[in-house]
């Protein structure tokens, strides 16, 4: 039997933008935070236009989700590689300028699963596994920001 296809609400859409829009702020005030620890700068706009990018960017990104989500429903994580290549794409386009070399969006990615991560975890009720992804983490920027500062000196 062929299974149809059929598109998901457009409410679901704008929860995927949403869920987007506020990981993606968040991970990058985040990891703003964490480059001035480590005395680097990571080369930002300034916040009105990294505003009006991570609306753009995220918007793509809860498209990209409702569209994946529409054709296979149960894809899990694989269902997030797609729209996450969009963000990337989009902020390494608008900062090339800023002498980004990649690991800059790898970051936003990093930060940005952690932050979505945590966040599932805690509303859904494993605060032990948030609690993990947290301390699991916050250890790994310890490491970097460690290498970082070794670097430098």
């Not at 990058?28 to 935070?33: A, F, K, R, Y």
């Not at 620890?37 to 498209?63: N, P, R, Y």
């Not at 529409?70 to 590689?81: D, F, H, L, T």
């Amino acid at each position: 039997m062929k299974e149809t296809f059929v598109m998901l609400p457009a409410a679901d859409f704008l929860r995927f933008w949403g869920v987007s829009f506020v990981t993606l702020s968040i991970a990058l005030v985040l990891m703003s935070v964490f480059y001035r620890l480590i005395d680097c700068d990571l080369g930002l706009h300034g916040w009105a236009k990294e505003t009006v990018l991570a609306v753009i960017a995220s918007m793509f990104q809860g498209v990209g989700l409702w569209v994946v989500y529409s054709i296979a429903p149960n894809g899990g994580y694989r269902s997030q590689v797609i729209p996450t290549i969009f963000v990337a794409i989009i902020y390494y386009a608008t900062h090339a300028g800023k002498d980004w070399d990649g690991w800059e969006m790898t970051g936003i990615l990093l930060f940005q699963v952690a932050v979505w991560m945590i966040g599932f975890f805690a509303l859904t009720g494993e605060f032990k596994l948030a609690a993990i992804v947290l301390v699991s983490f916050l250890g790994a920027l310890l490491i970097i920001g460690k290498s970082a500062k070794g670097v430098e000196n």
